[in-house]
């Protein structure tokens, strides 16, 4: 599947401002208005930047569990309202996305039928065995910029966000090699808060796979499974 690259900086919502990830979940005018329709908290709140990032701290620290979770899947929606414009040409109204917010779809992948990919349709996120953490890791690449991204979030069996952590890693790397190399960030990442007793969830197939067979990885990122297998042997379970 080639990523569409565009050239036009601008917000494809609104067009007034260049296109940031503060700007398009948070101060588009269009994106006002799904933050106002969802809670009278997000309506009349003063949350600013300067990016994006300080926003999810401010709602992770002092947000109500029912407010993290819409504010999770709000964001979800107003990103995949995004691409769906920029590829597709179809714009969704503000007060759909706020039906469409639950948490169950922001945590997952949505698909459409027949959609081709090899990555693995996460409908809603499970819990995982009481006494374990449940780690989900993803990442994401941009070619032009040379630049990948590397997101890990920890549940307990309740649902509650225990750590996140988010990483930058300048270079150009494939989508396997991508994806695995955020499997070792976020088994870094455990083992650096003690975390010993996971469950590891990702939404790459291939990379799961290979993580979990036995036999010895010949491929490119064969050294990157190798890597990410020998952490795994550090875990209690």
Known sequence: MRRKIVDDSWCPVCGLEPETSFHILWACPSTKDAWGASCKKFQKSTLMGPNFFNIVEEVLLNGKEEDIKLF?????????????????????????????????????????????????????WKAPPAGRLKVNWDAALNLTRGRMGMGVVIRDHDGRVRAVKC??????????????????????????????????????????????????????????????RNLLNGFNN
Request: net charge negative.
């Open 72 to 124: 999770a899947g709000l964001s979800r929606q107003l990103w995949l309202r995004r691409n769906m414009l920029l590829h597709e040409g179809v714009f969704i109204h503000p007060n759909t996305l706020v039906q469409r917010a639950d948490f169950g779809k922001a945590m997952g992948r949505e698909y459409r039928e027949g959609e081709p990919t090899g990555r693995m349709d996460v409908e809603k």
């Open 167 to 228: 990483s930058l890693k300048q270079g150009h790397f494939d989508p396997t090699a991508a994806e695995t190399m955020a499997a070792i960030h976020a088994l870094k990442f455990c083992m650096a808060q003690g975390m010993l007793n996971i469950c590891m969830e990702g939404d790459a197939k291939n990379v799961v796979d290979a993580l979990n067979s036995r036999e010895e990885n010949w491929s490119r990122t064969g050294y990157l499974v190798d890597e990410a």
